[in-house]
C-alpha cells in the first residue's frame, strides 16, 4: 500500500461510505431533500406560470415548469449539500472528529470523503428526480444524460463544498441552518433558477455575474437544451467550467482550514 493510498484515499473513502450509510439509514432525510424541492418546484411553478415570460419559451405554466426544473435540480443538490455537511458538526460533537484530525491522515481526506459523500447523494437524489423531466415536454434522451452527469458531479462537488466550508467552524446545527438560510438560499434564488436574470448594467445582472451558483444552473439548462444541431449547447462549457473552478476553490479552503485545525490538535 502507497503512502498516498494510506493516508487519503483509504480514509477518504471510509468516510464517504460512512456519509452514505448514515443517509440511507435516516430514511426522513431522503424524504425531505426530495419532497420539499418537489412540493416547491409544483407550487412556485403553477403560480408563476401564467404570468412568466421569457422569449426562449411559450408562456404557460408547463413552459415555467420547465424552465424552472433545472433550478429545481440545484436546490435538491443545495438540500443535500445541507444535510450531509451537516455530518461534520455531528462527528465533531461525538467526538469522531478529533480522532480523525490527531490521526495520521492527509489533511485532505475529511474534506475528500465529505465532498465525495454530498456529491453522491446529490447526484442520486437529483437523478431520481430527472424521472420527472418527461412531464414538462423536457428532452431526457442519451444526449441530455451525457450533458448532464459532468453538470451534477460538479454542481453537487460545488455545493457540498459550499456547505462544508458553512459547517466545519460550526458547532451548532441551528445555527448551521441558520447560515444557510441567510446565505446560500439566496444564491440559489439569485442564480437564475426562479427567473430569467435580466441582462445589462443593473445590480440583478452583477449578482447573476458573481453568483457562482448562476454557472450551475446555467450548465444543467443548457444540458436540457437539444443542442440546435451541436453537441455542446451554448452556455455549458462556460458553466462547467465556472463550476469545476468554484468548487476547486472550495475544496483547497477546506483542505486548508482542516490543515490549521489538525496542527492545533
Known amino acids: ?19 452514505v450509510i448514515r443517509f440511507l439509514r435516516q430514511r426522513n432525510r431522503i424524504i425531505g431533500a426530495l419532497a420539499t424541492p ?9 403560480g408563476f406560470g401564467p404570468s412568466f415570460r421569457n422569449p426562449s419559451v411559450v408562456a404557460d405554466a408547463g413552459s415555467y415548469l420547465a424552465y424552472f426544473f433545472p433550478g429545481t435540480l440545484v436546490l435538491i443538490m443545495l438540500f443535500t449539500a445541507i444535510f450531509s455537511t451537516i455530518s461534520v458538526i455531528e462527528d465533531r460533537r461525538e467526538g469522531f472528529l478529533q480522532g480523525a484530525l490527531v490521526a495520521p491522515l492527509s489533511p485532505a481526506a475529511i474534506p475528500l470523503g465529505k465532498f465525495l459523500g454530498g456529491t453522491t ?14 412531464l414538462t415536454g423536457m428532452p431526457i434522451g442519451l444526449h441530455q444524460v451525457l450533458l448532464l452527469i459532468p453538470a451534477l458531479i460538479l454542481v453537487g462537488l460545488a455545493m457540498t463544498g459550499l456547505g462544508f466550508l458553512v459547517a466545519w467552524p460550526m458547532d451548532s446545527t441551528q445555527g448551521f441552518h441558520a447560515i444557510m438560510n441567510i446565505f446560500l438560499m439566496p444564491l440559489w434564488m ?14 440583478l445582472y452583477w449578482v447573476g455575474v458573481l453568483n457562482p451558483v448562476s454557472y450551475g444552473v446555467t450548465a444543467i439548462r443548457a444540458a436540457f437544451s437539444t ?7 451554448a452556455g455549458y462549457l462556460a458553466g462547467l467550467g465556472v463550476t469545476a473552478l468554484f468548487a476547486a476553490l472550495m475544496f483547497g479552503i477546506s483542505v486548508r482550514l482542516v490543515a490549521q485545525r489538525s496542527r492545533r490538535n
Open 1 to 19: 500500500m502507497t503512502k498516498t493510498t494510506r493516508l487519503l484515499l483509504t480514509p477518504a473513502i471510509a468516510f464517504w461510505w460512512r456519509d
Open 38 to 46: 418537489l412540493v416547491f418546484w409544483l407550487l412556485v411553478g403553477s
Open 121 to 134: 447523494l446529490a447526484v442520486l437524489q437529483a437523478g431520481l428526480f430527472c424521472v420527472l423531466a418527461p
Open 190 to 203: 439569485m442564480s437564475g433558477a426562479l427567473f430569467p436574470m435580466p441582462a445589462g448594467t443593473g445590480w
Open 227 to 233: 443542442g440546435q444541431g451541436t453537441f455542446i449547447p
